[in-house]
């Protein structure tokens, strides 16, 4: 008997590991490919006449989506349940800042404004590995199926959240349908792997997506992509 439930107990470790040895390989294979094509891009850019201008602008666009996915798959598939204990408050707007900045290329494509309601004063536990990857999925989300011209974020002692002030997001049944995208699942599985909740709200109009922590739970560093 001890030795069958040995058994058991192994099976679903060696069934995430295949899947995180799975993803960590299909994202490093893909990483040179992006690389290239961004480069081209670039390159492409320099040369295309004005007419073209706006199609190149969506080619790098779609490459910069695509290398934020596949480092969020790296991430996903490397990281480790958080752990309890203590961890030091961070100020969250510096690290917001930064990641508005690092999504200048997707808001010149969709022509959306990123409007940050965060006072200086706030601050999470969670690490600035875990708001970039975590915060800008949802950000990434909410730019592409923007409604309006304007994406807002806000934080409270309480929660942070990502606003489409424009109404539910193009393209998605519900709530919480699927139409939300990619970026909304990735964000929930990396939440619950750092003991963090994801939620989606829609209130008078402005659908928001809601990041809070679970009581007793702290966010721990993931390992950064190789």
Known sequence: LPRHL???QARPRAFIEREQA???EVSHELRTPLAV???AAERLQAQAPAGLQPLVRSMQGAVWQLGRAVESMLALARETPAEPGGAREQPLLPVLERLVLAHAPLLDQEGVAVT?????TVTRTWPPAITHLLVGNLLGNAIAHAAAPEV????DAD?????NPGGPARGAAGVAGSGLGLGLSIARRL???????????????????????????????PTPPA
């Open 6 to 8: 040995a058994r058991l």
């Open 116 to 120: 940050l309601a965060v006072p200086a």
């Open 191 to 221: 939440a619950e792997r750092h003991g963090l909740v994801v939620e989606l709200r829609n209130q008078a109009g402005r659908t928001i997506a809601v990041v809070r922590g679970r009581r007793g739970a702290v966010a721990a560093e």
């Open 37 to 39: 094509l961004g480069v």
């Open 152 to 155: 807002v974020i806000e934080a």
């Open 159 to 163: 929660e942070l959240r990502v606003i």
């Open 22 to 24: 799975f993803a960590t």
